[in-house]
């Protein structure tokens, strides 16, 4: 990133607003994006769209960053901005974790990509026990895209990481030509710390140990669903996107010998319990009636026949606790916000290992298989 | 869902095995038409809830199983096309024609979209009036008024840029084919409830009295299958062959007479080659000359498709009811849901399909289980 | 085939000339065709399939069965099904009581 101090914000002039995306309002209200100030050519800096020149590191890119980025990302941001973040060593093991936010639709009902792009890497450090610390965001922008909609993002980035403590230290802004990007992508890559003493990775699963959900599923893969072309529906479904690296904390904090964590994103609880599974070589046992469906979540599966067990959640995790320390756990994951509808839904078991099978509602089995691909709707 | 979950009660399912159990005296063969039926029945493990005496052969009610391969093929080719913007349901994006599918031609770039109706497809038709749409119209009965709707509307809006390429199945003719075939050991058969809807009953009393076989127009959640076994255990225990509609909720005897109406106008019978099970005479829809402009196979030329099925797949001998889908020995090897070999193991109610996700546990040989 | 599913009209409207509804699965909301069924009104509940209303629910029926599932084992063994469950008892096929075979 170039060299830029950051200077005062001033009293921003309203922009025209672009024509406006066909969302509820986002949460965030973001500020209108500054141009006083602006030095480059006049129909550019007019211009409330993404040009090559943005990206080309020089006076352009720099004004992007320092005009839009930084003023969006707030406190969270890191006040020197060199070419790469200087840190303190912290003591402990470090995590590091990085992934890509490619979501169509960018906005969608409750938050969008910077939410994800925020919660997704703080999720993915936590699951491993760490306290994740610093973010790093890159952004790859479609020539074209609307400065009106990048500043969105890049606010709703600023909200994330602080509500999640962590600092954005560095990051980069490349930009494509149109046709070429699909608006807005985004790579976040975290870095965090494990305390000493905590051991979780999915290889600790053990027969015997109960598996928790820390909410209801779903949620985020229906709110995505309602507003994909072909697929549309009305529904007042938000997504669930959240950080949990608070709640993790606390679940740590009890002592308890927690084995495994893992946020089951794409491919939904199904997915992460089958890796789990064939990590652990162990067999893991679900009860339907015990899985936590909001009835809209369920009545969309049902509309488009899809099974909940599948669909993405980007607000909860999966607890694989020791038998001993399950009901403490479960009691400390119901005291925190992000988990107090937190549900037994499983244990794990010596038979059938590496497969997930699920007691129906009727008292038969099923396998709960690893999905294929991205779920679609049917009409068998 | 309201009218829905109420015919999951688990304990009003409790009560209707203990019927099932109480009126099964001996060994009766039914077979579910449907593939939502079939779907339901291994989701919710209530094949393995059945007395043993009951055998559940899973039929050939799966539109995205025997689709013809040519077919398939042929929409793979009109997919491919640069100018074509080709919409499906989802069903059909995995199902293998004979070397690729849907979801390949679209990872290669063809733009291919899913849909979840057939009035999607004309929307993309007048939001892109310089491409080619073609819907892919498949399906029973059920569907046939969706599409036929759909083209419908596209002639009477002069909506030029659109076409539907027909594949449409009866049940009917297939419950004949089937009954004819000499290996046959169906005794009773599970109607398809929403067939029925569209079509009513009075198809079935002919073929409940030319076979001999009690015909049971059954729903689709747990208590509208397990009544609709009741029901056929009961007649096949008393020697009857009736039909009997076990869906009165959703099924009336003369089904929907404007559904009916249209589909009179825009489509006719043709013969159909069932993917696995071979040509069943006059067991399909096609469009009718009305609508020949908007047959996506007049307007592409996608004839002289060499077409090749897999020499490993048994999935007509699986559609038959003839074998189970273990007993192939391509099933978990060769033939998975990652790659399938034939359809029946691609639709999530694709027989194959349903043992391979639901069923593993029992057939994998050193699993305990209780 | 035939994923189709009940829910209830709770608007009505044309386009294109075409009767075309808004219709509420429990909180989720969908655009249906229902043109098949010229006299359904708001309030009404509709079997939907792919985007089209292909029948009219039949509540009374609907309750009506949840109500006999309820009261299926009384029934029976009161009075229908007597001879077949004496029969299973027995260990004797229906079919030889009958006198028919298959």
Same mark, same amino acid.
């Given at each position: 990133?170039?060299?830029?101090?950051?200077?005062?914000?001033?009293?921003?002039?309203?922009?025209?607003?672009? /024509?406006?995306?066909?969302?509820?309002?986002?949460?965030?209200?973001?500020?209108?994006?500054?141009?006083?100030?602006?030095?480059?050519? !006049?129909?550019?800096?007019?211009?409330?769209?993404?040009?090559?020149?943005?990206?080309?590191?020089?006076?352009?890119?720099?004004?992007?960053?320092?005009?839009?980025?930084?003023?969006?990302?707030?406190?969270?941001?890191?006040?020197?901005?060199?070419?790469?973040?200087?840190?303190?060593?912290?003591?402990?093991?470090?995590?590091?974790?990085?992934?890509?936010?490619?979501?169509?639709?960018?906005?969608?009902?409750?938050?969008?990509?910077?939410?994800?792009?925020?919660?997704?890497?703080?999720?993915?450090?936590?699951?491993?026990?760490?306290?994740?610390?610093?973010?790093? *965001? =890159?952004?790859?922008?479609?020539?074209?895209?609307?400065?009106?909609?990048?500043?969105?993002?890049?606010?709703?980035?600023?909200?994330?990481?602080?509500?999640?403590?962590?600092? #954005?230290?560095?990051?980069?802004?490349?930009?494509?030509?149109?046709?070429?990007?699909?608006?807005?992508?985004? &790579?976040?890559?975290?870095? $965090? !710390?494990?305390?000493?003493?905590?051991?979780?990775?999915?290889?600790?699963?053990?027969?015997?140990?109960?598996?928790?959900?820390? $909410?209801?599923?779903?949620?985020? $893969?229906?709110?995505?669903?309602?507003?994909?072309?072909?697929?549309?529906?009305?529904?007042?479904?938000?997504?669930?996107?959240?950080?949990?690296?608070?709640?993790?904390?606390?679940?740590?904090?009890?002592?308890?010998?927690?084995?495994?964590?893992?946020?089951?994103?794409?491919?939904?609880?199904?997915?992460?319990? &089958?890796?789990?599974?064939?990590?652990?070589?162990?067999?893991?046992?679900?009860?339907?009636?015990?899985?936590?469906?909001?009835?809209?979540?369920?009545?969309?599966?049902?509309?488009?026949?899809?099974?909940?067990?599948?669909?993405?959640?980007?607000?909860?995790?999966?607890?694989?606790?020791?038998?001993?320390?399950?009901?403490?756990? #479960?009691?400390?994951?119901?005291?925190?916000?992000? $988990?107090?509808?937190?549900?037994?839904?499983?244990?794990?078991?010596?038979?059938?290992?590496?497969?997930?099978?699920?007691?129906?509602?009727?008292?038969?089995?099923?396998?709960?298989?690893?999905?294929?691909?991205?779920?679609?709707?049917?009409?068998? | 869902?309201?009218?829905?979950?109420?015919?999951?009660?688990?304990?009003?399912?409790?009560?209707?095995?203990?019927?099932?159990?109480?009126?099964?005296?001996?060994?009766?063969?039914?077979?579910?038409?449907?593939?939502?039926?079939?779907?339901?029945?291994?989701?919710?493990?209530?094949?393995?809830?059945?007395?043993?005496?009951?055998?559940?052969?899973?039929?050939?009610?799966?539109?995205?199983?025997?689709?013809?391969?040519?077919?398939?093929?042929?929409?793979?080719?009109?997919?491919?096309?640069?100018?074509?913007?080709?919409?499906?349901?989802?069903?059909?994006?995995?199902?293998?024609?004979?070397?690729?599918?849907?979801?390949?031609?679209?990872?290669?770039?063809?733009?291919?979209?899913?849909?979840?109706?057939? #009035?999607?497809?004309?929307?993309? =038709?007048?939001?892109?009036?310089?491409?080619?749409?073609?819907?892919?119209?498949?399906?029973?009965?059920?569907?046939?008024?969706?599409?036929?709707?759909?083209?419908?509307? /596209?002639?009477?809006?002069?909506?030029?840029?659109?076409?539907?390429?027909?594949?449409? !199945?009866?049940?009917?003719?297939?419950?004949?084919?089937?009954?004819?075939?000499?290996?046959?050991?169906?005794?009773?058969?599970?109607?398809?409830?929403?067939?029925?809807?569209?079509?009513?009953?009075?198809?079935?009393? *002919?073929?409940?009295?030319?076979?001999?076989?009690?015909?049971?127009?059954?729903?689709?959640?747990?208590?509208?299958?397990?009544?609709?076994?009741?029901?056929?255990?009961?007649?096949?225990?008393? +020697?009857?062959?009736?039909?009997?509609?076990?869906?009165?909720?959703?099924?009336?005897?003369?089904?929907?007479?404007?559904?009916?109406?249209?589909?009179?106008?825009?489509?006719?019978?043709?013969?159909?080659?069932?993917?696995?099970?071979?040509?069943?005479?006059?067991?399909?829809?096609?469009?009718?000359?009305?609508?020949?402009?908007?047959?996506?196979?007049?307007?592409?030329?996608?004839? +002289?498709?060499? *077409?090749?099925?897999?020499?490993?797949?048994?999935?007509?001998?699986?559609?038959?009811?003839?074998?189970?889908?273990?007993?192939?020995?391509?099933?978990?090897?060769?033939?998975?849901?990652?790659?399938?070999?034939?359809?029946?193991?691609?639709?999530?109610?694709?027989?194959?399909?349903?043992?391979?996700?639901?069923?593993?546990?029992?057939?994998?040989?050193?699993?305990?289980?209780? | 085939?035939?994923?189709?599913?009940?829910?209830?009209?709770?608007?009505?409207?044309? /386009?294109?000339?075409?009767?075309?509804?808004?219709?509420?699965?429990?909180?989720?909301?969908?655009?249906?065709?229902?043109?098949?069924?010229?006299?359904?009104?708001?309030?009404?509940?509709?079997?939907?399939?792919?985007?089209?209303?292909?029948?009219?629910?039949?509540?009374?029926? =609907?309750?009506?069965?949840?109500?006999?599932?309820?009261?299926?084992?009384?029934?029976?063994?009161?009075?229908?099904?007597?001879?077949?469950?004496?029969?299973?008892?027995?260990?004797?096929?229906?079919?030889?009581?009958?006198?028919?075979?298959?």
């Amino acid at each position: 990133m170039a060299e830029h101090a950051r200077t005062p914000v001033d009293t921003p002039a309203p922009v025209d607003t672009p /024509a406006p995306v066909d969302t509820p309002a986002p949460v965030d209200t973001p500020a209108p994006v500054d141009f006083d100030g602006w030095t480059c050519p !006049v129909p550019l800096r007019d211009s409330p769209t993404i040009v090559m020149g943005h990206g080309g590191g020089g006076a352009m890119s720099g004004e992007l960053i320092e005009h839009l980025f930084l003023p969006a990302f707030g406190d969270a941001a890191a006040a020197e901005l060199g070419d790469s973040a200087v840190l303190p060593t912290p003591g402990g093991r470090l995590a590091f974790s990085t992934d890509s936010f490619v979501v169509k639709p960018m906005f969608f009902p409750g938050g969008n990509i910077g939410d994800l792009a925020v919660n997704g890497t703080v999720n993915d450090l936590a699951m491993s026990g760490a306290r994740p610390l610093y973010l790093s *965001t =890159a952004f790859i922008l479609e020539e074209g895209t609307a400065l009106a909609e990048i500043n969105r993002i890049a606010t709703t980035i600023g909200h994330a990481a602080a509500a999640a403590g962590v600092r #954005l230290v560095t990051g980069d802004t490349k930009v494509v030509d149109s046709g070429h990007g699909d608006g807005v992508f985004i &790579n976040t890559a975290g870095i $965090g !710390v494990i305390d000493d003493g905590v051991d979780i990775r999915p290889q600790r699963a053990t027969p015997g140990d109960v598996v928790m959900i820390s $909410g209801p599923i779903g949620v985020h $893969g229906v709110a995505i669903m309602s507003c994909r072309e072909g697929l549309e529906f009305g529904t007042c479904i938000e997504t669930d996107s959240a950080p949990l690296n608070g709640l993790v904390q606390a679940m740590i904090a009890t002592g308890a010998d927690i084995h495994v964590l893992r946020d089951p994103t794409r491919g939904g609880v199904a997915a992460s319990l &089958n890796e789990i599974a064939k990590a652990a070589a162990v067999g893991i046992d679900l009860v339907e009636r015990d899985l936590p469906i909001p009835e809209i979540v369920a009545n969309a599966c049902s509309l488009l026949g899809l099974d909940p067990l599948q669909v993405a959640n980007e607000g909860k995790l999966i607890a694989i606790v020791a038998e001993r320390d399950a009901e403490q756990v #479960l009691a400390a994951m119901q005291a925190h916000e992000y $988990g107090k509808e937190a549900a037994v839904i499983g244990r794990c078991g010596p038979a059938h290992p590496g497969m997930v099978v699920a007691r129906t509602a009727l008292g038969g089995n099923r396998v709960v298989d690893l999905p294929i691909g991205e779920q679609l709707p049917r009409i068998c | 869902m309201k009218y829905l979950e109420e015919f999951s009660n688990p304990e009003l399912a409790g009560k209707l095995l203990d019927r099932i159990h109480a009126a099964a005296t001996r060994r009766w063969a039914i077979m579910e038409v449907c593939g939502g039926q079939t779907h339901s029945i291994i989701r919710h493990g209530i094949d393995q809830l059945l007395p043993d005496e009951i055998e559940m052969i899973h039929g050939p009610g799966c539109p995205v199983c025997v689709t013809p391969l040519e077919i398939i093929d042929r929409a793979l080719a009109i997919a491919a096309q640069p100018e074509v913007i080709f919409c499906s349901f989802g069903d059909m994006l995995r199902v293998p024609g004979s070397s690729r599918d849907l979801f390949r031609i679209k990872s290669a770039g063809g733009d291919v979209r899913v849909v979840y109706s057939p #009035l999607d497809a004309l929307r993309i =038709a007048r939001e892109n009036p310089d491409r080619q749409v073609v819907f892919f119209g498949i399906g029973f009965e059920t569907t046939a008024p969706a599409n036929a709707m759909t083209v419908y509307q /596209a002639k009477r809006l002069g909506i030029k840029n659109f076409s539907l390429l027909v594949s449409h !199945v009866l049940v009917p003719p297939a419950i004949s084919a089937i009954m004819e075939s000499p290996a046959c050991r169906v005794q009773a058969f599970l109607a398809a409830g929403h067939v029925c809807s569209v079509m009513g009953t009075t198809e079935y009393p *002919t073929l409940a009295e030319r076979y001999r076989v009690p015909i049971v127009v059954t729903g689709f959640e747990p208590l509208d299958i397990l009544e609709g076994i009741r029901r056929t255990v009961l007649q096949l225990e008393s +020697g009857r062959h009736e039909v009997e509609n076990a869906y009165a909720r959703a099924v009336t005897t003369e089904g929907n007479p404007a559904a009916q109406a249209m589909l009179l106008d825009v489509f006719e019978r043709t013969d159909r080659v069932w993917r696995g099970i071979g040509m069943i005479p006059g067991s399909g829809w096609r469009l009718s000359s009305r609508y020949a402009d908007f047959d996506a196979e007049n307007r592409f030329d996608v004839r +002289g498709i060499r *077409t090749e099925e897999s020499t490993l797949c048994r999935s007509g001998e699986v559609l038959q009811g003839l074998i189970k889908p273990h007993e192939c020995a391509a099933f978990g090897k060769e033939c998975t849901p990652r790659n399938p070999l034939g359809a029946t193991m691609v639709s999530s109610e694709g027989a194959c399909a349903a043992y391979y996700l639901y069923r593993r546990l029992e057939l994998t040989p050193a699993a305990s289980h209780g | 085939m035939c994923l189709a599913v009940p829910g209830r009209i709770i608007r009505l409207y044309e /386009a294109d000339d075409t009767v075309m509804s808004d219709v509420d699965f429990g909180g989720v909301v969908k655009q249906v065709c229902l043109q098949y069924i010229p006299d359904a009104v708001v309030g009404d509940y509709v079997i939907v399939h792919v985007g089209f209303a292909l029948q009219k629910l039949d509540e009374e029926s =609907a309750l009506a069965t949840l109500a006999n599932f309820e009261r299926l084992g009384i029934i029976e063994e009161e009075f229908g099904d007597g001879f077949a469950l004496a029969a299973k008892q027995a260990g004797v096929p229906m079919s030889d009581l009958n006198g028919a075979s298959r």
